[in-house]
């Protein structure tokens, strides 16, 4: 058997015009692990010691397969051994990897004791993605954990210490954005912020402690680009549309690439509403961008919900960014790679709209009489009811809230008493007190609680300082033609 098979590979790397296998390295590896492993019995009737002999001939065809596919196929040796090539990889990454966009890296630095190794890079205009493994004395540690920590618990750790720039120094990426993880290795992703017009990305990645060893652990890795750049395409949109509140969405690009699909959408404000948020000292920002895309069909492929289904979410985004230190701001999206060969429709659902009021409107009660008379103040087509008071020993005062209108959903409040000392409700965002009533709409009651107030004044004043308000009165629909 073992002439015939090599009789018939050696025919086809003639054909092939191919190096030839080392055949005696291959059979010698082979006898040499089934010795290590001893002698091979099964106790199922009818088996016997000749086990071995069928396990012999079994790795003999597999690594038969496996080394023509190497010589023959590029693509295919890449795709058997590449770790993003996994089932909780995202399907980006995985087609990536099985088309061969994958590469191997031979980057390591050792101290302590530790050793850092890049052992795969995966790169795009959408995003990079390095897998990174780390090993204790020849012992495997498990690099998932380490990283999780650090993203997780320490961001500002990572940053600056970790960050991508093109070959001529320019920054790209400037920390890692997230964190994949699969024991015992860990996907470092890093978004890829602006346009590319290179064919390589260089990675810097420096870290001062693993786990608790301290030390010095410095990488450089360039990954090249050249074949992802060939295989991306970007469709250049350009449209705009501006709401009844005065914001202007824009939808840029859309750009297909190997690993993923970004959506980039911008937003800025009308020149009147620049020009009274000068005078009234207040502040205007787009707090989220909802929409989705459709395929020719009217099916919904990708949606930046977060109700919609987790297929068709982002696999990697980036929300509120400032551009320029000015008004506009940048929202890119990465999906799971979209069908580039159909016409696809955006559709507009609604957007997110943060003001934060220096001014804003207030009223006056007193606590003692909200459920007789309850107290109420408007805002952007929203009404706010404060309907009742309540004040247990031993604990802080609460406030009973409801809001109707539909399109407010999160609100900052400040309390004044009759003495002019100032209270807040329960902080719930970026150290501002976000007191949320509903969900997407304001239609129920919510308790909140008033930090630091412990007795009933006579009298309370609920002032508005900023208010998040969702305008889903749009209709917005781009065809995007490749």
């Known amino acids: 058997m073992r ?11 003639s054909q092939e015009q191919v190096p030839r296998p ?8 082979i006898e040499q692990r089934l010795a290590q492993a001893g002698p091979t019995r099964d106790t199922r009737p009818g088996f016997s010691g000749k086990l071995k002999y069928g396990a012999l001939a079994i790795v003999s065809t597999c690594l038969l397969t496996v080394s023509i596919g190497a010589y023959v196929s590029p693509t295919f040796a890449e795709y058997i051994k590449s770790l993003f090539d996994r089932k909780d990889a995202d399907a980006g990454l995985q087609t990536a990897a099985q088309q061969g966009f994958s590469q191997e890296t031979k980057a390591a630095v050792t101290d302590q004791g530790i050793t850092m190794q890049v052992m795969e890079a995966m790169a795009d205009p959408t995003r990079l993605v390095l897998t990174v493994g780390l090993t204790k004395n020849g012992e495997q540690i498990d690099a998932s954990k380490i990283f999780d920590k650090h993203f997780a618990n320490s961001y500002g750790f990572l940053e600056g210490g970790f960050y991508v720039t093109d070959a001529a120094g320019n920054l790209v ?5 997230d964190v994949y993880s699969h024991a015992p290795y860990a996907d470092l992703v890093f978004r890829v912020n602006r346009t590319l017009d290179t064919n390589e990305l260089v990675a810097h990645l420096r870290m001062k402690k693993i786990g608790e060893t301290a030390g010095a652990w410095k990488l450089t890795v360039p990954v090249n680009m050249e074949k992802s750049m060939m295989a991306t395409k970007v469709v250049p949109v350009e449209k705009t549309y501006k709401t009844a509140q005065g914001a202007i969405v824009k939808l840029k690009n859309i750009v297909f690439s190997p690993t993923a699909t970004r959506v980039e959408v911008e937003t800025d404000w009308t020149e009147e509403v620049k020009a009274r948020v000068a005078k009234e000292r207040s502040g205007y920002f787009v707090e989220n961008v909802l929409y989705h895309i459709e395929d020719e069909k009217g099916n919904v492929i990708a949606s930046s919900s977060d109700k919609a289904d987790t297929s068709l979410q982002p696999i990697l985004k980036i929300r509120d960014q400032t551009i320029d230190s000015g008004s506009r701001q940048r929202f890119h999206d990465n999906y799971v790679p979209l069908p580039a060969d159909q016409k696809l429709t955006f559709v507009l659902e609604s957007i997110d709209l943060a003001f934060m009021e220096e001014s804003g409107p207030s009223v006056t009660f007193n606590p003692q009489d909200l459920a007789k008379k309850p107290a109420a103040l408007t805002y952007r087509g929203n009404t706010f009811t404060v309907s009742g008071f309540t004040l ?4 802080e005062a609460q406030l009973e809230m409801q809001g109707t209108g539909g399109s407010t959903y999160a609100g900052s409040w400040k309390l004044l008493d009759d003495k002019g000392n100032a209270y807040q409700l329960e902080s719930m965002l970026d150290g501002r007190i976000w007191s949320g009533i509903g969900e997407d709409s304001t239609s129920g009651k919510s308790k909140r609680t008033i930090y630091g107030l412990d007795h009933a004044p006579k009298r309370l004043t609920l002032k508005l300082e900023a208010m998040i308000v969702r305008d889903d009165k749009v209709d917005w629909r781009v ?3 490749q």
């Open 3 to 13: 002439q015939d098979s090599e009789h018939y590979v050696d025919s086809l790397f």
């Open 22 to 29: 080392d055949f005696d390295a291959m059979w010698q590896a």
């Open 173 to 177: 990426a400037e920390r890692i954005d």
């Open 392 to 395: 247990e020993q031993g604990k």
């Open 479 to 481: 065809p995007v033609r």
